[in-house]
């Protein structure tokens, strides 16, 4: 009945704003290919670029599939020859591209894209990789395979007052739990580990108004909906409807965000639902010299206890433009309830158990100030401190289970942090492009964790102090082009808790922590112009051979190479 009496009050107000907008002929759509590192799980995107951070025209997220609190850190990047797009990615939308290399990692990437009577554009985007990695022990050879396949059907239809776009994807994924301890020496045969297949299927819908005109009060609209499923009988739903109001009133904007979002999850042993209506309005007013922004970020959620929580964060920005282009200043304050979700902590820990139950996690606060701009027309660089306050941030413990597989388990405290970032970027004649990327993180302020009572937290579980990626990319003529780039993760503390031996056995209640080390990785690419529509190209990832963990028990790949060619049409 609640749920029922959510959705009709959102319809109401949604249906009732009126839908105009004026013609928009200049679309411009560019498409960049990216190619994941393939390994035994998806790795972290650490993806060099420069991006301002303070979004002073904030423009409403309609995806429903959420992005995860950063919790923990894969220490594998994006490949070097894929920091900077190579020339003929900017040129052309249409590619076939072929690879294989050693851990036997076969690659196929299709993308096609056709546009009918200048009012349809229709998109075809399909992908497979796998890998079947090495790995050594009491001389013998273990070959966990990791595979991955997406499909994504994509159309954008242009009216002459609005534009809407739909979208219809699929992805699989599969990687065996192999997680055992080197210490020990003691591993359960290869043919008996369990192996987790997540799949996702995901259906998405936009409606744009394209009226630019500040006087008219626009609506924008949005449905999006996914479902995932594994092996081990694991479901999640999640449905949002979403809907943008924006009206100019006098010197400022009036902007009215609202989203209802349901999920329902279940497995074998039990079957939770959450609600959550979230309403954000602010106003926003622009100078010449100066943004800013005011508003509220609100939540309203039913939760699995079946009782409705609130909350309620401030909207706090600022930015203001000291020396033109050279000098920005910003600072905020602002917070948000973050809804944890299967598919959020999946993609970003593989390895996760998908039997329990997540809750929210609260960023209380997030106070931040920054400088950005140029130091000159080449050379580009941002400066930026914050501080956070988490109610129920959540970490992770490992655990084995009666499966004689390792996995994670959600593990909740409050926590206070500190976050310095740091990115410079330069450029040099479009032949020559260098970067640097450099975080800083600091937890402190632990609580008791939530599930045990009694004991302490003194790090945050798989997150590094520092992480940093230095990159570059050189075209040494119209052929011929390197590309290279450097990660470097500080050591990150793990925890254990043991109620199983590795052989499923029973045993005492055993806390460990342990160290994973730090993380040196260097990856190197060459691609070479066969002619205007053929390139070549070859990847060496891990040029130093590190062999470190994943997580613990999760040990990376090693050196990897990759051969292949791309078609451009």
């Known amino acids: 009945m609640r749920i029922g009496f959510a959705f009709s009050v959102f319809l109401l107000l949604s249906l009732g704003w009126n839908i105009s907008s004026l013609a928009q002929d200049d679309i411009v759509n560019i498409t960049r290919t990216y190619e994941p590192t393939i390994s035994e799980a998806r790795k972290l995107d650490f993806r060099p670029t420069i991006q301002d951070t303070l979004q002073v025209q904030p423009s409403f997220d309609y995806r429903i599939v959420p992005v995860q609190l950063r919790m923990s850190f894969r220490p594998e990047p994006i490949r070097a020859a894929k920091l900077i797009p190579s020339r003929e990615e900017y040129r052309y939308g249409n590619f076939i591209r072929l690879g294989f290399g050693t851990n036997i990692s076969p690659l196929v990437d299709v993308r096609l894209f056709h546009t009918y009577k200048r009012s349809w554009k229709l998109g075809l985007e399909a992908k497979h990789e796998s890998a079947f990695p090495k790995f050594s022990?009491?001389?013998?050879?273990?070959?966990?395979?990791?595979?991955?396949?997406?499909?994504?059907?994509?159309?954008i239809r242009f009216h002459h007052r609005n534009q809407i776009r739909t979208e219809i994807g699929f992805v699989s994924e599969g990687a065996p739990f192999y997680g055992f301890d080197f210490d020990s020496g003691i591993i359960p045969a290869f043919d008996s580990l369990s192996n987790r297949q997540v799949s996702v299927l995901n259906a998405a819908a936009q409606f744009k108004s394209l009226n630019l005109s500040r006087n008219y009060f626009k609506v924008d609209y949005a449905f999006d909906y996914y479902?995932?499923?594994?092996?081990?009988?694991?479901?999640?739903?999640g449905v949002s409807l979403g809907a943008m109001a924006t009206k100019g009133l006098r010197s400022y904007d009036l902007n009215l965000p609202l989203k209802l979002e349901l999920f329902h999850w279940t497995n074998p042993d039990s079957t939770r639902t959450n609600v959550n209506i979230r309403f954000n309005p602010f106003i926003s007013k622009e100078k010449d010299e100066w943004k800013a922004i005011l508003g509220l970020n609100s939540a309203t959620k039913l939760d699995a206890n079946d009782e409705w929580r609130f909350f309620i964060y401030p909207n706090l920005q600022f930015e203001f433009a000291l020396a033109e282009e050279y000098l920005h200043s910003y600072f905020g304050f602002t917070g948000e309830m973050k809804d944890n979700f299967f598919f959020s902590t999946y993609s970003d820990n593989p390895f996760v158990s998908g039997s329990y139950w997540l809750k929210p996690t609260e960023i209380r606060?997030?106070?931040?100030?920054?400088?950005?701009?140029?130091?000159?027309?080449q050379l580009k660089y941002h400066v930026k401190a914050s501080y956070l306050e988490y109610r129920d941030l959540m970490l992770y413990r490992g655990e084995w289970n009666t499966m004689n597989t390792y996995q994670f388990q959600p593990l909740y405290t409050n926590a206070d942090r500190f976050n310095g970032l740091l990115e410079v970027s330069y450029s040099f004649k479009n032949d020559l492009q260098v970067g640097l990327v450099l975080n800083y993180d600091q937890y402190f302020?632990?609580?008791?964790?939530?599930?045990?009572?009694g004991s302490t937290i003194e790090s945050a579980f798989f997150i590094p102090n520092w992480n940093g990626n230095l990159f570059a990319r050189y075209d040494y003529n119209q052929y011929l082009s390197f590309s290279t780039d450097f990660t470097f993760l500080s050591n990150r503390t793990a925890l254990n808790l043991s109620t199983y031996d590795p052989l499923g056995m029973p045993i005492l209640p055993?806390?460990?922590?342990?160290?994973?080390?730090?993380?040196?990785?260097?990856?190197?690419?060459?691609?070479y112009k066969y002619n205007s529509k053929v390139t070549a190209f070859l990847k060496l990832e891990n040029l130093l051979g590190q062999k470190y963990w994943i997580y613990d028990n999760y040990p990376s790949q090693g050196f990897r190479a990759r051969i292949g060619v791309s078609y451009f049409f």
């Open 137 to 155: 022990l009491n001389d013998q050879d273990y070959y966990p395979h990791f595979n991955r396949s997406e499909l994504k059907l994509s159309g």
């Open 510 to 527: 055993i806390f460990m922590e342990e160290n994973l080390g730090e993380v040196y990785q260097w990856n190197l690419g060459v691609d």
């Open 445 to 453: 302020s632990f609580s008791q964790p939530q599930e045990f009572p």
């Open 365 to 377: 606060k997030n106070i931040f100030v920054g400088v950005r701009g140029l130091i000159t027309s």
């Open 227 to 237: 479902f995932l499923f594994d092996n081990a009988e694991t479901r999640e739903h």
